[in-house]
Nanobody, 121 residues
Framework: QVQLVESGGGLVQAGGSLRLSCAAS????????MGWYRQAPGKQRELVAF???????NYADSVKGRFTISRDNAKNTVYLQMNSLNPEDTAVYYC???????????????WGQGTQVTVSS
């Protein structure tokens, strides 16, 4: 089983910055893909940024140029640096990861509990 624990959310004024962290712990052989989704009130959960195991990344159009995803494989941690925040970025941000429990087994997808990001105008 894998646990994903997010941190770094909070309240920030428009134009400000926040850095989210998500650390994976538990019993696993390898964490493959890791990334971030968000869900605003009344809206569906959407992809924010994702980093594949090989290092390639994918960003939502709405955050390109403002958000940067990075990863520390030694710490099994993924980060999301969020700059130039605006009220439309207000949401609960969820960490997501694919983990293998053995070297030959399939990946299982896991979610964190979420961290609230609120951007005031």
């Amino acid at each position: 089983q894998v646990q994903l624990v997010e941190s770094g959310g909070g309240l920030v004024q428009a134009g400000g910055s926040l850095r989210l962290s998500c650390a994976a712990s538990g019993s696993f052989f390898r964490i493959n893909n890791m990334g971030w989704y968000r869900q605003a009130p009344g809206k569906q959960r959407e992809l924010v940024a994702f980093m594949f195991g090989g290092g390639s990344t994918n960003y939502a159009d709405s955050v390109k140029g403002r958000f940067t995803i990075s990863r520390d494989n030694a710490k099994n941690t993924v980060y999301l640096q969020m700059n130039s925040l605006n009220p439309e970025d207000t949401a609960v941000y969820y960490c997501n990861a694919d983990a293998q429990t053995t070297s030959y087994g399939p990946s299982t997808n896991y979610w964190g509990q979420g961290t609230q990001v609120t951007v005031s105008s």
